[in-house]
């Protein structure tokens, strides 16, 4: 991970900076709301880059006023998967699609072991590289275990 | 190299987290009433409230208690005080028509601009809002209702209902569990009134003593007496450009004397009912003169013959002449 010094892992808006605490998580969240989005909580175990669809914790809150709706169902999915991924993401239907506009992540594992880089020798010289990360070795809900 | 303005987690100690700044941004703090008062908008809102709700005295009184903590809490903030938010819980019990839907939708706004709520936004739901059909489908319905109604005010209409005693399999008692949990949690992110009529409501408290104790603000709403009854029909009136003709209010509040001896008397709905079939009358006394140029006074008069051809009056004369 020689770019990514910290080991963490960098998807989404803000992943470069400190997480983001309760009352920061619900600025942004109150800035999607007054824009007219939906937030949608998802979460996985499986941090690679490719893995685009999470799990969904509940439905996406429509019609929601206040931030601290979206708040109280990220305290019941931190209370569930305090060891996984957790990320918030908004929906803005104004394209008659809901398209995802927003999406940063507001949990993470207490240790994230980050990702190898294989190489596979094929014909000739040539080269083929893949991303595998270590935490996803291990069974499906028995990664990141404390 | 320059210091980054952020620290990376792991590495070192982090900023401290952004305060909110402190409310009156750098002015003096307040010292008197007077002072906070001009800086809030306490006054106005319940200067307003009295002038536009007629009677219905124990709930501005305990508006006014509400507005006086406010402003209290503020001057007791700048001697450095700690208050926690008061409990705001309301429930409204009272006959029918005697505003408690009405004061709960004022209500919203009026501890939104008090400062109290975020959003002042108003969810009005009933028992269907609340409860499911089936197995798991009560919880998951509750909750979405409570995620919209936070930063505002759950207006829970005629909420005996989300209690059945004769069924103990009701899913009604699940969603007054969720509500309780969340009354108690969310203290400062929701206000929860519940409202009905005073018998079934006492019914639906004696068996969930923990939602009596919850709600900090139990209001009883008196019936309206014969001249607050009149003025608000005064009002009714004006507010769809109405207004009472020639002896048309001696006649109303003739109408109203007989009307509150009858039985399943509703006060303001009863009211506003009896002026819907005023108005009725009008229009068709008005459509019988098909020739007649009308004028604007035409139109907008209530005449006492609208009133006197009420089923009231001739079912009063009915019941003498014997």
């Not at chain 1, 998807?11 to 605490?21: A, C, H, M, R, V």
């Not at chain 2, 106005?44 to 809490?73: C, Q």
């Not at chain 2, 006959?95 to 009405?102: A, F, I, R, W």
């Not at chain 2, 319905?141 to 009701?170: C, Q, S, W």
Request: aromatic fraction near 8%; glycine fraction near 8%.
């Amino acid at each position: 991970m020689m770019t990514n010094p910290t080991g963490r892992l960098t998807q989404g808006q803000f992943s470069f900076l400190p997480d983001l605490s309760d009352a920061e998580i619900a600025l942004q969240v109150d800035y999607g709301l007054a824009r007219g989005y939906a937030w949608s909580i998802e979460y996985s175990d499986d941090p690679h880059p490719r893995n685009t669809y999470w799990e969904m914790f509940g439905m996406p809150m429509f019609d929601l006023k206040d931030a601290a709706g979206v708040l109280i169902e990220l305290g019941a999915c931190r209370r569930t998967f305090p060891q996984h991924y957790i990320r918030l993401m908004a929906f803005d239907s104004t394209r008659g699609v809901e398209s995802v506009v927003m999406s940063f992540i507001v949990n993470r594992p207490e240790r994230e072991p980050g990702f190898a880089l294989e190489r596979q020798e094929g014909a000739g010289r040539s080269m083929r590289y893949t991303l595998r990360s270590y935490a996803a070795d291990a069974p499906e809900a028995e990664r990141y275990r404390r | 190299m320059s210091t980054p303005l952020y620290s990376i987690p792991g590495t070192g100690a982090a900023p401290a987290a952004p305060d909110a700044p402190p409310a009156g941004g750098g002015a003096p703090e307040p010292r008197t009433v007077r002072e906070v008062l001009a800086r809030s908008n306490a006054g106005a809102v319940l200067e307003d409230l009295d002038r536009s709700l007629v009677g219905l005295a124990p709930v501005k009184a305990r508006v006014r208690d509400i507005a006086s903590l406010l402003v209290v809490d503020r001057l007791r903030m700048a001697l450095g005080l700690r208050a926690d938010a008061p409990s705001l819980h309301m429930s409204f019990t009272g006959n029918p028509g005697t505003g408690k839907t009405t004061v709960a939708l004022r209500m919203a706004e009026i501890l939104h601009r008090l400062g109290y709520v975020r959003r002042g936004h108003l969810v009005a739901v009933t028992r269907d809002d609340l409860v499911g059909q089936y197995i798991g489908h009560t919880a998951p319905k509750t909750r979405e209702v409570l995620k919209k109604a936070m930063g505002g005010v759950l207006f829970i209409d005629e909420a005996y209902y989300l209690h059945r005693p004769e069924n103990e399999r009701d899913y009604g008692q699940e969603a007054i569990e969720l509500l309780l949990q969340v009354m108690e949690n969310e203290r400062d992110d929701l206000v929860v009134i519940v409202a009905g009529y005073k018998a079934h409501m006492d019914v639906f408290f004696r068996s969930n003593p923990g939602l009596r104790s919850r709600i900090a603000h139990h209001i009883d709403f008196p019936d309206y007496g014969a001249a607050d009854l009149l003025l608000i029909a005064e009002r009714m009136l004006a507010a769809q450009n109405y207004r009472f003709g020639d002896g048309a209010r001696a006649a109303f509040a003739e109408y109203l004397a007989r009307r509150i001896e009858q039985p399943h008397f509703a006060n303001a709905r009863s009211v506003r009912n009896a002026l819907d079939r005023a108005r009725l009358r009008q229009a068709s006394r008005l459509f019988g003169d098909a020739d007649r140029e009308l004028t604007r006074d035409d139109l907008t008069s209530i005449e006492a013959a609208d009133i006197r051809a009420s089923r009231v009056f001739s079912m009063a004369a009915a019941s003498h002449a014997p």
